[in-house]
C-alpha cells in the first residue's frame, strides 16, 4: 500500500483571495492559474497496518503541529473511502522553498491526495481528485490539472468546484521569471490573512465585485494567447488583491522592499519595451509573465534584486511516479 506522486505548483494569473461562508473550503472569487514544471513537489505515501501512528516527512524533517493535522484530514478522507484504518508515513519534498509564497502547499497537496488515493487502492477521477485537494488547500485543486487551470466558486455546481483545464500545457509557450525575494517561510498564512481581509478590509466587498470581471479578462486572453492583455489583467488581480490586504486592520503586507524594487524593475522593461508583467501571491517574490524569448534577458534584470531566479513554463497535472 505505497504509491509516489509528483505535482508542481501554480501561479493565479486571476487570483482566489476569500472563502464563502460554507463548508469545504470553496473559494469566494473565481481563479484562473498556470500549472508550472520546474517548481514541484514529490510524495510517497506508505500505509502500514502496523504503524501507531501517522507520520509526516517534509524534506527529510519529521513535521508536527498544524501542517501535520492537515495531512492527517487528507489521510483521514482516503482512509474512509477505502474503509481502512491503517496508520501512513507521507514522505515529501519540494524542489523550491518550503512555504515561502511559491505555493508549496498547491503542489503539496495535489501531490498528497493523489499518492494516498493510490496507495489505498481509492478509484479517484481528476474531478474528484481536485476537490479533495480543494478542501485541503483551493490553490492545490488547480495542481491536479495540467496547463491553464481555472477554478469556480461553486454556486452552481453543488458548492463542490473542481479545476477545469481552459488550455493545456500546449496551449501556450509562455515563461513565468519567478524571483524569490527571500528564502525565508511566510509570515502570515493565507487562511488566516484572507479571514483578516474579510474581518477588516473596508475594500474587500470591493474586490469580491470586481475579481469575476478580471477572471473574465484572463480567461480571453488566455484563449488568445494574448500576452499583453493577459499581463495586464493578471497585474490588475495581483495588485488589486493586495491592496485589499493593505487596506485591512492592521494592515496585511506582504510586499518587502526588494518586492518594489523588483515591480519598479518590471515596469523600466516595459519603458524599454520588453513585454513583462508581474504577479505576486501571499508573500513577497515576484512572478514575472514574459514571451520565451525573453525569459533570459528578464531573468538577468531581475537576479541582482531576487535571492533565487527560477523559470518556469506551463506543465502537466499530477501524475504517479
Ligand atoms: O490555496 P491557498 O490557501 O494556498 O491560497 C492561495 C492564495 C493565493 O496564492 C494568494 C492566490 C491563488 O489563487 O493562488
Redesign the pocket.
Known amino acids: 500500500m505505497k504509491a509516489t506522486a509528483v505535482a508542481r505548483s501554480n501561479i493565479?494569473l486571476a487570483?482566489?483571495?476569500g472563502k464563502r461562508d460554507v463548508p469545504g473550503n470553496v473559494p469566494a472569487t473565481p481563479?484562473l492559474?498556470v500549472t508550472l514544471a520546474g517548481l514541484s513537489t514529490r510524495t510517497t505515501v506508505a500505509f502500514d497496518e502496523r504503524g501507531t501512528d501517522d507520520v509526516f516527512v517534509l524534506g527529510g524533517v519529521e513535521v508536527t503541529g498544524e501542517p501535520r493535522a492537515r495531512v492527517i484530514a487528507v489521510l483521514d478522507e482516503v482512509r474512509r473511502l477505502a474503509g481502512v484504518a491503517h496508520r501512513a508515513r507521507v514522505d515529501s519534498a519540494n524542489d523550491f522553498p518550503t512555504a515561502s509564497g511559491l505555493?508549496s502547499?498547491?503542489s503539496g497537496f495535489a501531490a498528497l491526495v493523489h499518492a494516498a488515493a493510490a496507495a489505498a487502492g481509492v478509484e479517484l477521477s481528476l474531478a474528484a481528485t481536485s476537490r479533495m485537494a480543494r478542501r485541503a488547500?483551493?490553490?492545490?485543486a488547480r495542481s491536479v490539472r495540467g496547463g491553464f487551470v481555472s477554478l469556480g466558486t461553486g454556486q452552481d455546481e453543488a458548492d463542490d468546484p473542481a479545476a477545469e483545464v481552459v488550455a493545456p500545457e500546449t496551449h501556450w509557450d509562455l515563461s513565468v521569471v519567478v524571483a524569490a525575494v527571500t528564502l525565508d517561510p511566510k509570515g502570515t498564512s493565507?487562511?488566516t490573512g484572507m479571514r483578516h481581509c474579510r474581518d477588516t478590509s473596508p475594500y474587500y466587498s470591493a474586490w469580491l465585485a470586481d475579481a469575476p470581471k478580471v477572471f473574465a479578462e484572463v480567461r480571453r486572453a488566455v484563449l488568445a494567447r494574448d500576452l499583453e492583455a493577459l499581463g495586464v489583467a493578471a497585474e490588475a488581480s495581483a495588485l488589486r488583491?493586495h491592496a485589499c490586504m493593505m487596506a485591512s486592520a492592521p494592515a496585511l503586507l506582504y510586499f518587502q522592499a526588494a518586492t518594489m524594487t523588483l515591480l519598479s524593475e518590471v515596469r523600466a522593461l516595459r519603458a524599454r519595451g520588453v513585454g513583462a508583467w508581474a504577479t505576486i501571491?501571499?508573500g513577497p517574490h515576484v512572478k514575472v509573465l514574459v514571451a520565451r524569448a525573453d525569459e533570459a534577458r528578464v531573468a538577468a534584470a531581475l537576479a541582482p534584486h531576487a535571492a533565487r531566479v527560477i523559470v518556469a513554463h506551463p506543465g502537466p497535472g499530477v501524475e504517479l511516479a
Open positions: 493565479a487570483k482566489y483571495w481563479s492559474s505555493a502547499s498547491a488547500s483551493a490553490s492545490a493565507s487562511t488583491m501571491d501571499a
